[in-house]
């Protein structure tokens, strides 16, 4: 069976284009942007937060699946980065976005928890773990990706992986599955 998703957001070409022009190499991948579709679409009148904007592939794909009900938060460090996520999808009212790290912002925040937290970035995965996890609401999904090594990673980051893994799969609060393909995904719903 061929697992290339059929149905791509009409955004995603110019992104793509926007993110080899500054170099941006990092984008998430297609099945896993199809799988944020498919999860958003789950949730009508959901709340999603998205940690690591990027140049906007991943938010592209969970608006392409929301309903008009649905929002967005994105997070993203780097201004410049974001801010071709900005130019494109920047007019839909569904989607804000916060130019700040990721770990102040999930520090900072006081409002509703969300039906869909994707952890694209280490802030949320790496660091803030638990806090990220806190803004999951009940029945709600946490999907982080990037488990298979990856370029550029550092010497010891393969046993991050598997302590971020294990801690994941002790939690009582939530039920995770490892899925296998992709960039590598964990995926955990909370239980709750």
């Known amino acids: 069976m061929d697992d290339t998703p059929g149905r791509t957001p009409a955004t995603l ?3 793509r284009a926007a993110a080899r022009e500054t170099g ?3 984008s998430c991948e297609e099945r896993t942007g199809n799988l944020l579709a498919v999860l958003a679409a789950a949730r009508p009148g959901g ?5 690591g904007t990027g140049v906007g592939e991943g938010t592209a794909w969970l608006l392409s699946g929301m309903d008009g009900a649905s929002s967005l938060v994105t997070v993203e460090l780097d201004p410049a980065v974001q801010a071709v996520a900005r130019r494109q ?3 839909d009212p569904r989607v ?3 130019a700040t790290d990721g770990g102040d912002w999930l520090e900072a925040y006081d409002g509703e928890p969300f039906d869909l937290v994707f952890a694209d970035t280490w802030p949320g ?7 990220a996890l806190e803004l ?3 029945g709600g999904t946490y999907l982080i990706d990037d488990l298979f090594p990856q370029p550029g990673w550092p010497e010891d980051h393969a046993a991050s992986v598997e302590r971020l893994l294990a801690e994941l799969e002790e939690r009582e609060d939530f039920r995770s599955v490892r899925l296998g393909w992709a960039s590598g995904l ?6 709750g």
């Open 13 to 15: 070409h110019p992104l």
């Open 186 to 191: 964990l995926m955990a719903v909370r239980s």
């Open 47 to 51: 709340r999603i937060l998205e940690l």
């Open 89 to 91: 999808l920047g007019a």
């Open 24 to 26: 941006f190499t990092l």
């Open 125 to 131: 995965k790496f660091t803030h773990l638990g806090r």
């Open 136 to 138: 999951v609401a009940p």
């Open 96 to 98: 804000t976005f916060a």
